[in-house]
């Protein structure tokens, strides 16, 4: 099976702006979880989708939310970019209770 | 407070040595501890994860340990190589599987295996 895929790798913002990043699950997985890692916090979790619903949610600001499609896939989108928001945002999905599968993460670079 | 405290932050070891990181937690109700390696620029992959009664996983070269009384863990590396060079991420969940709201994660051990 392939892997937890993320697009688009790298991304360069401005301040102000808004991005949207994907995340392709493994192939079955139902539930797609994001993080956001920086060298200070290091990995801290977003929100996890499964079925298409908000299972749970991080302690993020409300510039931050995602949505799940029928077919598995996540977005999640970060509105009115701050320089704090640089990080690599990574999604993970899993099929059971305990294990899951990270993809290669988003670079984020707000300037 | 719900923690999960790891070190030494960063550690530089030659190749063939062993070494052990420390993950030392808070998190209650336990549910269960996982070990990832984290290669730069990558995501996180899982080594092993254990439950309150398991005391001793092996990976290959890597063996974690658990003592759920002390809760404490740690992951052991047994002579290792320039591929082992990573940060080493400790996970405890709080709950009792599905949501993944109750993971804690530390900040991790920066290995670096120099030849």
């Known amino acids: 099976k392939a892997g937890v895929t993320q697009t688009p790798r790298y991304l360069i913002k401005t301040r102000g702006q808004q991005v949207t990043l994907s995340c392709s699950p493994i192939s079955g997985h139902r539930s797609v979880s994001w993080y956001q890692q920086t060298p200070g916090q290091g990995l801290q979790f977003l929100f996890e989708?499964?079925?298409?619903?908000?299972?749970n949610k991080g302690n993020f600001p409300g510039r931050f939310s995602g949505r799940q499609f029928s077919n598995s896939r996540s977005e999640m989108n970060v509105s009115t970019l701050e320089l704090g928001d640089s990080a690599l945002y990574l999604c993970?999905?899993?099929?059971?209770?305990?294990?899951?599968?990270f993809g290669p993460g988003t670079r984020l670079t707000v300037t | 407070k719900n923690q999960v405290e790891q070190s030494p932050q960063s550690l530089i070891i030659l190749e063939g040595k062993n070494c052990t990181l420390q993950c030392n937690y808070t998190v209650s109700p336990f549910s269960n501890l996982r070990w990832y390696k984290q290669d730069t620029g990558r995501g996180p992959v899982s080594l092993t994860i254990?439950?309150?009664?398991?005391n001793t996983k092996s990976n290959g070269r890597y063996t974690a340990t658990l003592d759920a009384d002390t809760k404490q863990s740690s992951l052991h590396i047994t002579a290792s190589q320039l591929s082992d060079s990573a940060s080493y991420i400790c996970v405890v969940s709080g709950n009792y599987g599905g949501s993944q709201g109750n993971l804690i994660f530390g900040k991790g051990t920066k290995l670096s295996v120099k030849p």
């Open positions: 989708y499964f079925s298409e619903t908000q299972r």
């Open positions: 254990m439950t309150f009664s398991e």
């Open positions: 993970a999905s899993k099929e059971t209770d305990y294990e899951q599968y």
